[in-house]
Structures are given as structure tokens and as C-alpha cells.
């Protein structure tokens, strides 16, 4: 069984994904492969040092994919910044950094522990959707603050499955772009 996985950080947030990608690995042994991908706004050299370490340690590969190239295509597009860093915003362009290679992979926040197997995320059947989130439990007063009226639905963005066949073939990186 294989399963890709990416993360998308500035060097703030390292320390945090490294304790994730442990619980990732710690828990997830039995797979055949499992890679990661990183989209790293200004990692230093010691960070993306630590991170080849562990994936070694536990014999996964990782990939670091440049973002020099989507900070400038946001910049230009004049998307917002969340807390000065465009890392929040890079997973909707990641047809324009991943090969074809990459069917379905799982997006994880930073500061995510994964407790247990992802085997069901894997295999799980995504019946012609781009991406795959679960509903967030906002409570009523929050969802107001930002602008939702107490039946709009809001989702989680810290885990996303993304069926990368489905999302280049609605062509959803292109269209996010238009839109912006």
C-alpha cells in the first residue's frame, strides 16, 4: 500500500512538523511506501537536514519542492498573506509543483499528530471529487464572526485528501487562479 503525504511550511512551523511526521511514521510502518512532499517557504538548511534524517531513520522518502516560483505567482496575483507568510495558500496550486505520479495525497497541517493508521484514507473511495474534508464544528458565535449565517457549512482545511487525477482534470489549480 502506498500513500503520499505533504506539508506546507515556513521555518516557524519545523519544529511542529517534525513531531508530526514521526507520528506519522510511528504509526503508519506497515505501508510499502509513504512519501512526503514538502512545500517549504524558507526552510533553512539545518531544517530540511533534520527532516531527510528522520524520513532515513524510518526509510521513507522526502521531497522538497521549491516555492520560490507560487510565492511570486501569489504575489502577483496579490493574494493574501496569512500572519506575512504565503504557506497557508500553496496546496491550492499543488498541480503546478506535483508530477503525475502523485494520485492521491494526503494533506496534514504542521501541527498534526496522526494517533493511528491511515490505511482507510488510502483506499478510500473519492467517486470523481478533487479533495475530501471534514465538516468543522464552529460554534455558533464564531461562524457568525466570520461572516456565515448558522447553516453554512465549514470545513476543516488541516487534513485534505486530494485526488490529484480528479483536480488536474477540473482543472481546480487553474480555476482557483482565475477566480483570484
Not at 13 to 40: Q, W
Not at 68 to 91: E, F, H, I, V
Not at 130 to 139: E, I, Q, T, Y
Amino acid at each position: 500500500m502506498r500513500l503520499d503525504i505533504l506539508y506546507q511550511i515556513n521555518e516557524k512551523y519545523a519544529p511542529f512538523c517534525g513531531v508530526s511526521m514521526t507520528s506519522l511514521f510511528e504509526n503508519n510502518k506497515h505501508f510499502d511506501e509513504l512519501r512526503v512532499f514538502i512545500l517549504g517557504e524558507r526552510l533553512s538548511a539545518s531544517s530540511e537536514a533534520k527532516f531527510r534524517a528522520l524520513a532515513a531513520q524510518y526509510h521513507r522518502a522526502i521531497c522538497f519542492i521549491k516555492t520560490d516560483s507560487l510565492m511570486l505567482m501569489m504575489k502577483q496575483l496579490q493574494m493574501p498573506t496569512y500572519r506575512g507568510s504565503y504557506a497557508a495558500n500553496m496546496r491550492l496550486f499543488l498541480s503546478y509543483v506535483l508530477g503525475d505520479d502523485v494520485d492521491r495525497i494526503l494533506y496534514l497541517d504542521a501541527d498534526t499528530i496522526v494517533s493511528g493508521t491511515l490505511d482507510e484514507l488510502a483506499i478510500m473511495p473519492m467517486e470523481g471529487h478533487p479533495l475530501a474534508m471534514a465538516l468543522d464544528s464552529l460554534v455558533r458565535m464564531h461562524k457568525k464572526r466570520l461572516g456565515f449565517t448558522g447553516a453554512d457549512y465549514y470545513y476543516n482545511s488541516g487534513v485534505i485528501l486530494f485526488s490529484m487525477s480528479e483536480w488536474r482534470k477540473m482543472r481546480c489549480s487553474e480555476r482557483i487562479t482565475n477566480h483570484v
